[in-house]
């Protein structure tokens, strides 16, 4: 995307203190912190929402993001870090690109993250709970996909290597003729 500041960053064309990438993922200094050693951890490949990554594309950005916290805690002295993930306007997020905040904290640092619980009724906690349990029905169904793919690949190894024994046993053959 060209109006994307992290795109760009990826780019080269926008300059982002960078703390840590790989081919996948970039970790930069928020240009407007927070706190001294804010962090933004996401993807080089443009997603707006978190819905769109992959499962195992966000195993390894919460992976770097859990790495990037502890070097927070340990570069900076953090005595605490909130990891955030605004997802969606209404969440707040400003930039469409998948973006990880981790925000270093310290007592008495005046960030204040409370929000005051709502009450709802019974009826209602049952609602949202039937939605919320019959839309997360799926979840866990591409960790069996994956069993799945290991087993073929498995089978794929054993062919190759019971063809090879195969060949082996073949060219042994011709060998032993005079």
Known sequence: ????????????ETKLDRIYED?????VVHPRPAVPGHVIVFPKKHYQIF????????????NIA??????VFEGIKAAGTNIILQNGVAAGQEIPHVCIHIIPRKEGDNI????????????QMSSVELKVKEAAS?????EKEKKKE??????K???????????????KQLERIP
């Open 1 to 12: 995307m060209s109006d994307c500041i992290f795109c760009n960053a990826e780019k080269g």
């Open 23 to 27: 081919k996948e993922i970039v970790a």
């Open 51 to 62: 819905e769109q990554i992959s499962d195992y594309e966000a195993a390894g950005l919460f």
């Open 66 to 71: 859990n790495k990037i916290s502890i070097a």
């Open 112 to 123: 204040d993250f409370q929000w005051q619980p709502k009450r709802l009724t019974e009826e």
């Open 138 to 142: 799926e979840i866990g169904k591409f």
């Open 150 to 155: 290991s087993v073929k690949i498995e089978k």
């Open 157 to 171: 190894i054993e062919k190759i290597k019971a063809e090879e024994q195969k060949e082996n046993y073949l060219i």
